[in-house]
Every structure is written in C-alpha cells, then in structure tokens.
C-alpha cells in the first residue's frame, strides 16, 4: 500500500481538527493516524467498486481485467504456462479478478 507522507496524521487530530482529516482522506483516499509516532490506524474514504471483504476486513480490491489478471499470473509460471484450473485457482486467490455480480 503506498502511503503519501501528507496522509500521517497524529492520533489527537481526530479530537482538534477533525476536518483537516477527513479532508486529506479526500484528497489521498486514506490516511494512517500515528500514535507514538507509529502507524495505529487507517482511515480509508469508501468505494464501493474497490473494496472486498478478504475474512480479515475490507482491503483494496485491483481493478484488472481478466486477461490483464492472466497475463500476470502467467508471466510469474515456470516456462509462462499453466494448466487452466491451476490458472483459474491462482487468479481467486491472487483476488486479481472477481466475477462482477449482476444486480
């Protein structure tokens, strides 16, 4: 995750100046709240689109497209192939690309 150095902001700025926070998170999408100086928190601003739920909270999901998400998995195989399944299985667990639900 790539943390802009604008986006530390101390723990007690949630108390002082709350709008200053929420108006980097605006900008940078998120910021990490320091206390002792060492990251505490992150406060990420919401996308609905760029979320996933891993089992161990909501993360940054990337937007790839399945043949995008193939050719990555594929360029990291022993002599660049694959067997379908073991293709498929990698991209899941990779989460580079997730079936899009229909509403």
């Known amino acids: 995750m790539d943390i802009r150095i604008d986006s530390l902001i101390p723990f007690d700025s ?3 100046n709350i709008d ?3 108006s980097v998170v605006d900008k940078n999408g ?3 709240l320091l206390k002792d100086n060492k990251p505490a928190y992150i406060v990420l601003k919401y996308a609905k689109n760029n979320l996933t739920d891993t ?4 993360q940054e999901m990337p937007n790839y497209t ?3 998400a193939m050719r ?3 360029s990291e195989a022993e002599n660049k192939t694959m067997h379908v399944s073991e293709l498929a299985d990698e991209i899941y667990r990779r989460r580079l690309y997730l079936k899009k639900r229909w509403k």
Do not use: P
């Open 66 to 68: 399945l043949h995008e």
């Open 20 to 22: 200053h926070v929420f």
């Open 72 to 74: 990555i998995v594929l």
């Open 30 to 32: 998120k910021v990490v």
């Open 14 to 16: 949630l108390k002082n």
């Open 55 to 58: 089992g161990i909270g909501m």
